[in-house]
């Protein structure tokens, strides 16, 4: 069992900057990989930014140069770290971890979720 926990969100001008977090907690495994999905009203939800524990990085395009995802294996938790902010970017941010490391590989667990708010 994974519980994951976001916080970060906010309000904030366009251009502005939010660094998300996610603490993870239960069962993990330093090979899970963890990452960042956001989901605008009336959009499917998307991935943002993921992380595998060797520090593979991969981001949706629309971030890339803006976005940084960074974890600490150590302490179980995952940033997102967003500069530049654009109104496009609003959206409830969802943390990820994706099993590797277990029975259960393929499956994925989700945090509740935080929303950013990017006003124009």
């Known amino acids: 069992q994974v519980q994951l926990v976001e916080s970060g969100g906010g309000l904030v001008q366009a251009g502005g900057s939010l660094r998300l977090s996610c603490a993870a907690s239960g069962r993990i495994f330093s090979i899970d990989t963890m990452g960042w999905y956001r989901q605008a009203p009336g959009k499917q939800r998307e991935a943002v930014a993921r992380?595998?524990?060797?520090?593979?990085?991969n981001y949706e395009d629309s971030v890339k140069g803006r976005f940084t995802i960074s974890r600490d294996n150590a302490k179980d938790t995952v940033y997102l770290q967003m500069n530049s902010l654009k109104p496009e970017d609003t959206a409830v941010y969802y943390c990820?971890?994706?099993?590797?490391?277990?029975?259960?590989?393929?499956?994925?667990?989700w945090g509740k979720g935080t929303l950013v708010t990017v006003s124009s």
């Open positions: 992380i595998t524990t060797g520090g593979s990085t």
């Open positions: 990820n971890l994706h099993r590797v490391g277990s029975f259960e590989y393929g499956r994925d667990y």
